[in-house]
Every structure is written in C-alpha cells, then in structure tokens.
C-alpha cells in the first residue's frame, strides 16, 4: 500500500519528534527501518551544499551514498545540532558499558540508546492507533455504520514497510528513471521497476498529472511526425 500525504500529516501532527523523524527518514531516504534505526552522524556529509547519508544496508550489504530531499534535510540538520550540544562540554565521548564510543544516533530511542525493534513497533504503533481513532470518530460523526467504519480502517492501514514503496512511487512520479530510484533505494533495477509497474499504473496522480502535460502543450503547429506516404511521394 501506498501512504498518501494526508496520512503522511496526521501520523507527522501526532507523532514525538524522534518519531517524526523516523518518519522522514523512512519516506525520504527509501531505506528499510533496520538500516534507518542504525543511522548516526558519523554517516551524514555535506558537499556543494546538499546533505548526504552514506550508508552499507544491513540486509544486502550495498554500499549507498544517499542525497537527501530538501524536506528531510532541515531536520537532519536540527537532529545534528541537537547532537552537537548532547556532546558539548564533555572531555570525551560517552561510551557504552562495553567500553566502546556511544552511537550518536538519529533516531535514538527515549533512553538516547538504540531502539530495540519490538520497542520501536510499540511506539510506531501507537501513533497509528491515534490515526485510526481520530478517522473512526470524525466517520461515526458522518453517520458511517461500525462495519462501514470498519472496513474503511481495515483499506487505510499503512505499514512502515509501505514508505519505501511510497517513497519509489513518489519518485517515479516526478519523473525520477528506474536507474535514478535504483541507486537511491539500493534495488535492483529489475526488481525496482517491478515495484513501479505494480503500484505507479493505478495511480490516478499520474494519469492526471499526464493530461495536464497535454493541456499545457497547446502548439498547433505542423506534427513533427511525417506521413510515410507523403514521403515515398516526394521521393518518387
């Protein structure tokens, strides 16, 4: 399933900050959560001004080097600063009871710690239950039956694992190649446009988004496509 942008607002309104970075992360880097969740400053860089997380995903072992959208990158930059000051005025690094350097984490757990998945689950899940108890009062309002509810809920539940298909579609749809979402989600590129072939067809976005291409192309000049038989005839 593919998160729209209202969902997209709702879970970011209800959502604590770390979550909503998640969140960004998750959307705007076309990452898997294990490999967002691991994420630290040491893997953010900037260059002619443009933010970059370069990364080795957990699951492949492709190594990423990840520009980041304009929307996640104010956040990321915030998420330094705040790091910055955590580690100001120390003498040394914090480090962990094993004895090694502290993961300076962009998503850091409420401990400052990593996440423990199953943790990490709990909270996500929280904030979609809000979601979905918000849509059920607003559809009870409107006069929608328990069952209508219901099954309203049961079509609009989003995963985490949806945002990396979101953020291929969202990609596509701007006109991004499979080569292009290739290298910034780290597919295959076959498998890559599986995804887009699935899921970028039946989007009402793209149809419209193509007839408003046509509309703006209003030249009326001669077709540049040239009749075969005019052709033979001139040869002739």
Known sequence: ??????????????????LQLAYMLLLYTVQRPS??????????????????????????????????????????????????QETAGRTGRRVTRTGSPAPRLQVPSPTGRPWARRNFSRAWDQVVRQMAFSTAKQLFKEGLTKDEVRA???????????LRRTGIVRLAEAGATTPQIASISGHGIDYCQRIIDTYLPRRTEVAIAGMQLWERHQDRKISKVVSIAATRGRLG
Do not use: C
């Not at 399933?1 to 770390?18: C, H, L």
């Not at 699951?59 to 956040?75: N, Y």
């Not at 309203?152 to 949806?162: C, P, V």
């Open 152 to 162: 309203h809920l049961q079509e609009n539940h989003r995963q985490r694992r949806d």
């Open 1 to 18: 399933q593919i998160w729209s942008y209202e969902m997209e607002d709702a879970f970011v309104e209800r959502a604590r900050p770390t």
């Open 35 to 84: 490999d967002v969740l691991s994420m630290d400053a040491s893997l953010i860089s900037e260059r002619n001004g443009r933010l970059f997380i370069a990364l080795r995903q957990s699951k492949t072992g492709t190594l990423l080097d990840v520009p980041i959208h304009e929307r996640l990158a104010s956040r990321i930059r915030e998420r330094m600063r705040q790091i910055e």
